[in-house]
């Protein structure tokens, strides 16, 4: 079992800058692929971008490749969102998840625990 709690949401400007970070409990953090998801209103949930268990693979949407970076700390049990040159249409809820380490999913179902999501709105 995982725990998620994200934090680092909030307000900004078109152009900036926000980093997200998302905790997780427990000691076996480092067997899970961690992913990023966002959710716009009245949109569905979308893929934003994963990390695979040891940071050596990455996977982003096409709408944030290079403006946004995943990285993560095995050893704080923490996996980030840096985005960059942030837009409006980046404004979304935005969830971490844990999946199984042996693969970097883009769907939904392919993870297993969720946290409660960090709302980030991006003005014009």
């Known amino acids: 079992q995982v725990q998620l709690v994200e934090s680092g949401g909030g307000l900004v400007q078109a152009g900036g800058s926000l980093r997200l970070s998302c905790a997780a409990s427990?000691?076996?953090?480092?067997?899970?692929?961690m992913g990023w998801f966002r959710q716009a209103p009245r949109k569905e949930r979308e893929f934003v971008g994963a990390?695979?268990?040891?940071?050596?693979?990455?996977s982003y949407a096409d709408s944030v490749k290079g403006r946004f970076t995943i990285s993560r700390d095995n050893a704080k049990n923490t996996v980030y969102l840096q985005m960059n040159s942030l837009k409006p249409e980046d404004t979304a809820v935005y969830y971490c998840?844990?999946?199984?380490?042996?693969?970097?999913?883009?769907?939904?179902?392919?993870?297993?625990?969720w946290g409660q999501g960090t709302q980030v709105t991006v003005s014009s």
């Open positions: 427990g000691r076996t953090f480092s067997s899970y692929t």
């Open positions: 998840a844990a999946g199984p380490r042996y693969t970097i999913r883009r769907e939904r179902t392919g993870y297993d625990y």
């Open positions: 990390i695979s268990w040891n940071g050596g693979s990455t």
